[in-house]
């Protein structure tokens, strides 16, 4: 139940409720709970927001909450002016764009992408959402190469629908859904904390030797997908990892597509993740922050070889190519030019990683730090040797720092995951980080 995010049904979560909402907001979380069907992580919810503005959350009661979560959509922030102001115009100009035409604002933002992505990466397609884009890039592979089995890994997450479950590896997803797409094979995942083969700087990434010998007993693999970070506890591969699974994809004919739907865009420091690894994928799916936490915008990027499917709808969905999602997207792109922001990620990754590199040092509750970017993971353990996951106290973290207005997400049971808008100061980032050391603080005694 605990492998991504914080869930809805503890005590903890039901003892902060009452402790802290007025009758008013827990009357308005009941008529939610009534209507809407119940899933883990969602309803019934937590609390109920009515403003949001730059970095923050406001709730019902007129709480204010550093939002360090926000689903990975914020990174410009709530009700960034600019975004907004595009989308109105949009608004008035043309709000629909039936398919089988175009506009002038599609292009731009499909030539934008072109110019940002390297390589070859220069052909897009759009959809309204993270999962259908998955969905697009799988049936891309498919029609290219003409093999239908893919590989992915345990405990990632790619959507929620039957395909990229099918792919995805998380049992909060997968479990008790019967049979699922054929030919969705799995390998253990990238893990510097815990990977069962040794430490990654000795093992010589004997997870890829594994996969290596996949590839060699399994001919009909058009593709590999993966998260070149994973955004839920903040898994970090070193440049060798996706230098050699590039190689190992180029040996065997197989596709390599990017899951940075929750990633890319300035968040690691970089507008594209895989821009780290210096590698060329060939399928980049994106979303999530891509809409400017405004309009809801996922698409793909591929190199300009695959553009095979002629014959075929890879999406052809209603909102494909979205005059209103395109403007959005367009212009928070331009923001996080104009503003330096993927400049600013990676000066604050220098902030944050010391900060939490200190507090590792002083605190033995905190096994592993992992930062990347605006993107931060504190895991919680019982023991340094032993690695047990500290759950329950991962959960009473969360909520304390909650009481002190600070918003973000537990992933894997035990890991605090840290994700601010790129317009957090150096300022409101230390401030965060002070509320966070002050809870580990409270629950441990210390």
């Known amino acids: 139940m605990r492998t991504e995010g914080d869930i809805n049904l503890t005590s903890e979560r039901k003892l902060w409720q009452e402790t802290h909402l007025s009758e008013e907001t827990m009357e308005v979380l009941q008529e939610d709970s009534q209507y809407f069907i119940h899933q883990s992580m969602s309803t019934p919810c937590l609390n109920v927001v009515t403003d949001a503005d730059g970095i923050y959350l406001i709730d019902m009661d007129g709480r204010k909450y550093m939002d360090f979560h926000g689903n990975s959509v914020h990174q410009v922030g709530y009700k960034n002016r600019y975004v907004i102001d595009a989308v ?95 030919g969705t ?140 999602g395109c403007a959005a997207a367009l212009a928070t792109i331009e923001y996080i030019e104009q503003n330096g922001l993927v400049e600013h990620a990676s000066q604050m990754e220098k902030v944050i990683e010391a900060r939490l590199r200190d507090m590792k040092s002083r605190y033995m509750p905190i096994g592993d730090v992992r930062v990347i970017g605006m993107m931060a993971a504190i895991e919680l353990v019982t023991d340094r040797k032993t690695k047990d996951k500290a759950s329950d106290e991962a959960e009473k973290v969360m909520y304390r720092c909650m009481e002190r207005g600070l918003s973000f997400k537990v992933s894997s049971g035990n890991v605090l995951t840290l994700v601010p808008p790129l317009i957090a100061t150096e300022e409101q980032l230390v401030l965060a980080l002070d509320i966070v050391e002050e809870a580990i603080q409270h629950v441990y005694g210390l």
């Open 88 to 182: 109105k115009n949009q608004l008035d100009e043309l709000p629909f764009l039936p398919r089988r035409f175009t506009n002038p604002v599609a292009i731009q933002l499909a030539k934008k992408l072109a110019e940002l992505a390297p390589g070859d990466l220069n052909k897009v397609l759009f959809t309204p959402g993270g999962t259908s884009a998955i969905g697009m890039a799988l049936k891309l592979a498919r029609k290219a190469t003409g093999k239908f089995k893919t590989i992915s890994t345990w405990d990632s997450f790619h959507g929620a629908s039957l395909d990229a479950i099918s792919v995805g590896g998380e049992g909060v997803f997968r479990n008790s859904m019967g049979p699922l797409l054929p």
């Open 185 to 324: 094979e799995h390998m253990m995942p990238y893990n510097s904390y815990r990977c069962f083969m040794g430490d990654c700087d000795g093992c010589g990434l004997k997870c890829l030797d594994y996969l290596a010998y996949m590839l060699e007993r399994e001919s009909d693999v058009g593709a590999i997908i993966m998260e070149p970070v994973r955004s839920t506890d903040i898994q970090i591969p070193p440049k060798a990892y996706f230098k050699r699974l590039r190689e190992l994809c180029d040996r065997y004919g197989v596709l390599l597509i990017l899951d940075e739907i929750p990633t890319a865009f300035g968040r690691t420091g970089k507008m594209f993740v895989h821009e780290h690894y210096d590698i060329v994928p060939d399928i980049v799916v994106i979303g999530k922050g891509f809409g400017g936490g405004v309009f809801p915008m996922a698409g793909i990027i591929v190199r300009e070889g695959l553009d095979v499917a002629q014959d075929i709808s890879l999406g052809h969905y209603t909102h494909e190519k979205s005059s209103v």
